[in-house]
């Protein structure tokens, strides 16, 4: 059992450029989001998903874009890097099950935006 | 807004000593709480989820307790270990399948 699985771990990119962080879980939850983590800010919600096809926007959306096709994935593109953007990146997933909705964390994005 | 705040934020202890971790919130219309726990350049591990009609939740050495009318919960770990070393983040959703809202987390270390 995998869990989350985001790729890739690491990436660097230059002022412009943009990319696809990716986002699997094989648990079959329906719920899904990206978070990104900035030194003395905490984790902040970038977009989430409540199912294939829903998506709404979290804390800090600017800059990304989502979608959900498949109940699997949920990859977070960056349409145009800023250095502002570089951040450690979450992904994760839950069900409500009876202890709870229990979220399930990848081991994170690491990018940096030159 | 909904805002969650962890003291202390730094705390080293030597090896088996109890201690209290602390998570305070502003909005006591929570569903559940949750403490998990970060290790350097890992992901987050879920160690503990209150919902909101519980009072506290136990895991080996873990016991977390929810005080939701005043906005309060604390994460207590019994014979602190060096391998307890890590930041634990407290986090709570307002809805079932909500968006969890982060502490910015408490930094343990534990001295052999």
């Known amino acids: 059992n995998a869990g989350v699985t985001q790729t890739p771990k690491f990436q660097v990119l230059k002022t412009g450029q943009s990319m696809t962080l990716q986002c699997a879980q094989d648990?079959?939850?329906?719920?899904m989001s990206w978070y990104r983590q900035d030194p003395g800010m905490g984790l902040r919600l970038i977009h989430y998903?409540?199912?294939?096809?829903?998506?709404d926007q979290g804390e800090v959306p600017n800059g990304y874009n989502v979608s959900r096709s498949t109940t699997e994935d949920f990859p977070l593109r960056l349409l145009s890097a800023a250095p502002s953007q570089t951040s450690v990146y979450f992904c994760?997933?839950?069900?409500?099950?009876?202890?709870?909705?229990?979220?399930?964390f990848g081991a994170g994005t690491r990018l940096s935006v030159l | 807004k909904q805002e969650v705040t962890q003291i202390p934020a730094a705390l080293s202890v030597p090896e088996g000593e109890n201690l209290v971790l602390n998570c305070s919130f502003t909005?006591?219309?929570?569903?559940?709480l949750q403490w998990f726990r970060q290790d350097p350049g890992k992901g987050l591990t879920s160690l503990l989820l209150?919902?909101?009609?519980?009072r506290e939740q136990t895991s080996g050495r873990l016991n977390a307790s929810l005080d939701k009318s005043s906005g309060r919960s604390t994460l207590y770990i019994a014979a602190s270990q060096p391998g307890d070393s890590a930041t634990y983040l407290c986090?709570?959703?307002?809805?079932?399948?909500?968006?969890?809202?982060f502490g910015k987390g408490t930094k343990l270390s534990v001295k052999p």
């Open positions: 994760a997933s839950s069900y409500s099950g009876p202890l709870g909705n229990i979220q399930y």
């Open positions: 648990m079959n939850h329906e719920y």
């Open positions: 998903s409540v199912g294939a096809g829903i998506t």
């Open positions: 909005d006591s219309a929570i569903y559940n």
């Open positions: 209150i919902q909101s009609s519980q």
């Open positions: 986090a709570v959703s307002r809805e079932s399948q909500g968006n969890l809202i």
